[in-house]
């Protein structure tokens, strides 16, 4: 009868071993999916959270978009995100209202430090949306194809960044691929330019997603 009990008991040991284990495990599981990554929205729908505004451009959240418009006196102005960012692929989803110049910037330091996807129709040269900008060099990579742009609609750009080299996607299509060592980091962001022929200008952006690599 003892030995039966003891047996018993070591049954009952182990079992709940091995269900502690399996407790374990599946937490640190969760634990390791959250710190390996995986997308990431920097724009949560419903306000400016976790973003910043620089200059006097208006940056407001309405029906689950980011909408930005010069502010007073057409005033130009950025909002970033108040985190920088290595190597990463960066998804986001926008729209313009014409004429329009603003764009992505990503891996912002500082005004001559920075790159730009850029939300354009820029005749000298002539460029459209997706062109790779850096105010320091100008265009690194220009989109001259306008088709690609859904000038009434919704757009989505990727850029993805690894060491020095930068590729954008517009709409599906490759548009640039540049190695250049301005900056290896920064911030996410977007501009609102100044001027009075881009008065009616206005960028609404859907999604911001960014998945670190």
């Known amino acids: 009868m003892l030995r039966r009990m003891l047996v018993a008991s070591v049954a009952v040991s182990m079992l709940l071993t091995v269900i502690s284990c399996q407790k374990t495990t599946q937490t640190c599981g969760s634990i390791a999916d959250a710190v390996s990554g995986g997308p990431v929205k920097l724009f949560n729908g419903k306000d400016l959270s976790g973003w910043e505004a620089e200059g006097g451009a208006r940056w407001v959240v309405e029906n689950g978009l980011l909408i930005g418009t010069q502010g007073e006196n057409n005033a130009p102005g950025d909002l970033f995100t108040k985190d920088s960012y290595d190597d990463f692929l960066l998804t986001v989803t926008w729209r313009a209202e014409w004429p329009c110049n603003s764009g992505v910037w990503f891996r912002y330091q500082s005004p001559g430090q920075a790159y730009q996807a850029d939300i354009l129709e820029y005749t000298n040269p002539e460029?459209?949306?997706?062109t790779l900008y850096c105010p320091s060099k100008m265009?690194?990579?220009m989109n001259t194809d306008k088709t690609l742009v859904n000038r009434d609609g919704w757009n989505t750009v990727k850029?993805?960044?690894e060491a020095d080299r930068s590729r954008i996607w517009l709409n599906g299509?490759?548009?640039?691929d540049v190695q250049d060592d301005t900056t290896s980091t920064g911030r996410i962001g977007f501009q609102i330019h100044a001027g009075d022929e881009f008065a009616p200008m206005k960028i609404l952006v859907r999604d911001v997603t960014i998945e670190e690599l």
């Not at 460029?127 to 997706?130: A, L, N």
């Not at 299509?173 to 640039?176: E, I």
């Open 127 to 130: 460029c459209y949306s997706g």
């Open 139 to 141: 265009f690194l990579a």
């Open 159 to 161: 850029i993805r960044c």
């Open 173 to 176: 299509r490759q548009v640039a």
